[in-house]
């Protein structure tokens, strides 16, 4: 007796939900790899913490530059190169408190200062920032010994020219020390009490401006000369290792909740529909006993 047509379509309906079924559960089973992946690669791939920040001390070094030598009253350091010259490491490990400890002994080994600190984090998801003062011959040496140090992922180097701001905030010095003789020889003139409280306040305004620049340009000086590094060093937490079996039993609990779900919500659907279908029948039987 062959199957009846109800009977091969309810077949057909089954083997396609248990079809959904496996390729729904094969596809949770694949994604559970993945994820560790993706958070491994996420880990890898973040900007540095340094990135943002912008308010910490600028370090510049000097180098003999072979340009001809500067008239006699060209400003201060003018056949000078001015540099500033920046490397930027992030590295993780397991083993934080050695490598901490290794990265501070490197730069007392090389005379070198921690200009910035920042330590934060418990045990297992602890981070290091330091910001360090390296002597300009020392920095080739202190750079690659300190990439020895735990697992690096980020590596960069920048140098970029600093001379011509440099000469620049000569010129502005000499020009305001220029105006501030100006300025003090006008206090000897006779005045008004008014001017002569104008005159005091450019005057105390030109001697601050002074004062900015001094700093600015004592970052240029030969006693301060440093190249930097930034190191970022991250702890790893202790990986977790899920069995091959645990895989799959969170991915089938997972699949039978949201195949469930969705078959709840395809039910749902088609019994709309059905409804929908049933109150059309009637308001077109309604409507056709009506003409009659």
């Not at 000097?62 to 930027?88: I, L, V, W």
């Not at 007392?108 to 290091?128: C, D």
């Not at 089938?252 to 109150?279: D, E, H, K, P, S």
Request: net charge positive.
């Amino acid at each position: 007796m062959k199957p009846t047509i109800p009977t091969i379509t309810f077949r057909r309906a089954f083997f396609t939900l248990i079809w959904l079924f496996a390729i729904l559960f094969l596809a949770r089973l694949a994604y559970s790899f993945r994820e560790k992946k993706e958070s491994q690669e996420q880990f890898g791939s973040g900007p540095s913490f340094f990135a943002d920040k912008g308010s910490f001390r600028k370090n510049y070094a000097s180098e003999k530059s072979y340009e001809p030598a500067p008239p006699p009253n060209a400003p201060d350091g003018g056949s000078s190169q001015k540099y500033e010259k920046t490397a930027t490491l992030n590295a993780r490990t397991d083993a934080f408190q050695e490598d901490e400890n290794r990265l501070r002994s490197t730069s007392t080994g090389f005379q070198a200062v921690i200009q910035y600190e920042q330590k934060s984090g418990n045990p297992g998801h602890r981070n290091l920032h330091l910001m360090i003062g390296v002597k300009p011959e020392l920095f080739d040496s202190f750079y690659v010994a300190v990439q020895r140090i735990g697992d690096i992922y980020i590596n960069e180097v920048t140098k970029v020219d600093k001379t011509t701001e440099f000469r620049e905030l000569n010129a502005q010095k000499a020009s305001l020390q220029k105006a501030l003789l100006s300025l003090n020889d006008l206090k000897n003139r006779a005045g008004s009490i008014s001017d002569l409280v104008g005159l005091h306040e450019k005057i105390l305004d030109v001697e601050r401006q002074l004062q900015e620049l001094g700093v600015e340009l004592g970052n240029f000086s030969a006693e301060n000369e440093f190249c930097t590094v930034r190191f970022s060093l991250h702890e790893k937490a202790a990986a977790r290792t899920i069995s091959f079996v645990n895989r799959v039993i969170d991915a089938f609990i997972w699949t039978v909740q949201y195949y469930a779900l969705g078959l709840f919500f395809l039910g749902g659907m088609l019994l709309v529909a059905w409804l929908m279908l049933v109150v059309a029948k009637n308001v077109r039987e309604t409507v056709k006993k009506n003409d009659e």
